[in-house]
Nanobody, 125 residues
């Protein structure tokens, strides 16, 4: 079992930056592919970024490529999402998610097994 707790959301002006953190607990958390997803009001949950458990390979949605960076600190069981050059359309609840240990990376929300409660990110124009 893996428990996930997000933090770091807030209100920021367009062009600003935020850093989200996802603290994972559970002895196999460091062996899990991790991802960030977001959901805006009235929209479906969408993929933002993901990182593999073994090689550290990363994947990004086209809408955030070049602006967002996902990283992980396995010693701290924490995954980060650095968000720069934020836009109003980035406003959403951001969720951290994890696959069961040793599974390959995916960008499909339904294939992630564990989810955090989410943290609100609001970007004002």
């Amino acid at each position: 079992q893996v428990q996930l707790v997000e933090s770091g959301g807030g209100l920021v002006q367009a062009g600003g930056s935020l850093r989200l953190s996802c603290a994972a607990s559970g002895r196999t958390a460091s062996n899990s592919a991790m991802g960030w997803f977001r959901q805006a009001p009235g929209k479906e949950r969408e993929f933002v970024a993901a990182i593999s458990w073994r090689t550290g390979s990363t994947y990004y949605a086209d809408s955030v490529k070049g602006r967002f960076t996902i990283s992980r600190d396995n010693a701290q069981n924490t995954v980060y999402l650095q968000m720069n050059s934020l836009k109003p359309e980035d406003t959403a609840v951001y969720y951290c998610a994890a696959r069961k240990p040793f599974l390959v990376l995916t960008t499909t929300p339904s294939l992630f097994d564990y989810w955090g409660e989410g943290t609100q990110v609001t970007v004002s124009s």
